[in-house]
C-alpha cells in the first residue's frame, strides 16, 4: 500500500476490485429483552476449528450493532439461493422488528432468532469486539450449530446476487457492474 493508504479517489476501484471477490450471504440476529435484530450479512469468516469460532464485519452505526453487544451472543442464517428475498428484506433501511414480519424463524437455544429454510445456522457467544476504521470485527464462538437444507447457496458478486447450480454452474447477475 501507497504512504498514506489509498487516496480517496481509490474508494471506487477498491470496492470494483472486491466485488469480484465472491461470497455467501448469510443473515445475523441477535436479541435483548424481547427485541429482535437481524442485517444480511457477507463480510463472514471462520476462524477456529478448535473451538469452532466465526468473525463477522459489521458496519459501525448498524442498528443490529448494540442489540448484539448487549445480548453477547448472536445468530448466523446461512441463505440459500431461494432465500434472496431475506437477504434483501434484512439489508433494508427499515425498523428492525419490520424484518421480521412474516419471516418464518425459530429460536435457538439462546434466544436468538434462525431463519427457517436456511442452509445452516450457528448461535455464538461474542468473544471480542474490535473497532477498525469504520467497522466492528466481532468474534463468535459457537455454541450450537444446525445443518439445514442441502441446496445452492446464495452468492453475492459484482454487487449482484448470483447462484450455483448443481454447484458448479454459476448463474450471474448482470455484466458491466
Ligand atoms: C449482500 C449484502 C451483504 C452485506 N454485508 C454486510 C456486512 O458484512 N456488514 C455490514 O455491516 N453490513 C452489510 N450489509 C448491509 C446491511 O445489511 C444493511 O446496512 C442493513 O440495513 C443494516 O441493518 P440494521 O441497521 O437494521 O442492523 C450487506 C448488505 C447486502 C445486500
Redesign the pocket.
Known amino acids: 500500500m501507497s504512504e498514506g493508504g489509498p487516496r480517496r479517489g481509490d474508494t471506487a476501484a477498491f470496492r470494483s476490485l472486491m466485488s469480484r471477490w465472491a461470497?455467501g450471504?448469510s443473515v445475523?440476529t441477535a436479541t435483548d429483552q424481547g427485541h429482535d435484530?437481524?442485517?444480511?450479512?457477507?463480510?463472514?469468516l471462520s476462524i477456529s476449528l478448535d473451538p469452532p469460532s466465526v468473525l463477522?464485519?459489521?458496519?459501525r452505526?448498524?442498528?443490529?450493532?448494540p442489540v448484539l453487544e448487549r445480548a453477547k451472543v448472536f445468530g448466523v442464517s446461512l441463505l440459500s439461493a431461494s432465500q434472496r428475498h431475506l437477504?434483501?428484506r434484512?439489508?433494508?433501511?427499515?425498523?428492525?422488528q419490520e424484518?421480521f414480519e412474516g419471516v418464518a424463524f425459530r429460536r435457538g437455544t439462546t434466544g436468538v432468532p434462525l431463519l427457517e429454510g436456511s442452509l445452516g445456522t450457528l448461535e455464538c457467544r461474542l468473544v471480542s469486539m474490535t473497532e477498525v476504521f469504520d467497522?466492528f470485527l466481532l468474534v463468535g464462538e459457537v455454541l450450537g450449530l444446525e445443518l439445514g437444507r442441502e441446496e445452492s447457496p446464495l452468492l453475492?458478486y459484482r454487487s449482484g446476487?448470483a447462484t450455483a447450480e448443481g454447484g458448479d454452474r454459476l448463474q450471474l447477475p448482470p455484466a458491466g457492474r
Open positions: 461470497t450471504v445475523v435484530a437481524g442485517l444480511t450479512v457477507n463480510a463472514l463477522v464485519s459489521l458496519m452505526g448498524v442498528d443490529t450493532l437477504s434483501e434484512f439489508a433494508r433501511a427499515i425498523p428492525s424484518k467497522h453475492f446476487y
